[in-house]
Each structure stands twice: as structure tokens, then as C-alpha cells.
Nanobody, 117 residues
Framework: QVQLVESGGGLVQAGGSLRLSCAAS????????MGWYRQAPGKEREVVAR????????YYANSVKGRFTISKDNTKNTVYLQMNSLKPEDTAIYSC??????????WGKGTLVTVSS
């Protein structure tokens, strides 16, 4: 089993910044990717950013390119999401995801990000 613990959500004004963290523990030896997804009220969950744990390649949703940066610390099994120039439409519950090489997905409980206008 894998446990994911997120932190860093909160309330911020439009144009502000937040950094989310997600620490993985447990059976992390088969990690393939880690990433962040979000779900806004009344909308489906969408991928925000992902990072390949071994080679560090990244993927970003078009809506966050140039504003958000995903990074990782292999020594801490932690992934970060630096969110800059936040917009009200970024308001959502952000959930950490870990996918293993066997295509098993683990999810964190989620952290709320609220961007006020």
C-alpha cells in the first residue's frame, strides 16, 4: 500500500501563489508517475500536472501552462506543485496521485485551494 499526504492548500487572492506538497510513503518502490488533479464544484476531475518519477519529464494541462510548476524530491518521495498567478477558476480540491508501473493508482485525500477575485 501507498499513503499520500498533501499539504499547502488554502485561500489566496487572485494573482497570488501557493505551493502544494504531497509526500508518499509505504510501497513506493514501483512509482511511475506522481501528479496533481483537481475537481471544481460541478465539474469533472481533471489532470493538472504530472511528473515521471525516474526521468522527470512533465505534463501540464493547457490551462496551467506557464503558471504552475511541478517538481519532485526523490529523497523525500515528495512532489510539489508551485502555483503562481492564480485565478478564481483555479479554485478546486487538488488531489495528489501516484501511479505505479502496474498502473495502480493511489490518491490523497485532497486539499482545497480557493482563489478569491
Amino acid at each position: 500500500q501507498v499513503q499520500l499526504v498533501e499539504s499547502g492548500g488554502g485561500l489566496v487572492q487572485a494573482g497570488g501563489s501557493l505551493r502544494l506538497s504531497c509526500a508518499a510513503s509505504g510501497r513506493t518502490f514501483s512509482m511511475l508517475t506522481m501528479g496533481w488533479y483537481r475537481q471544481a464544484p460541478g465539474k469533472e476531475r481533471e489532470v493538472v500536472a504530472r511528473i515521471n518519477w525516474s526521468i522527470g519529464s512533465t505534463y501540464y494541462a493547457n490551462s496551467v501552462k506557464g503558471r504552475f510548476t511541478i517538481s519532485k524530491d526523490n529523497t523525500k518521495n515528495t512532489v510539489y506543485l508551485q502555483m503562481n498567478s492564480l485565478k478564481p477558476e483555479d479554485t478546486a480540491i487538488y488531489s495528489c496521485n501516484l501511479q505505479t508501473s502496474s498502473a495502480v493508482n493511489y490518491w490523497g485525500k485532497g486539499t482545497l485551494v480557493t482563489v478569491s477575485s
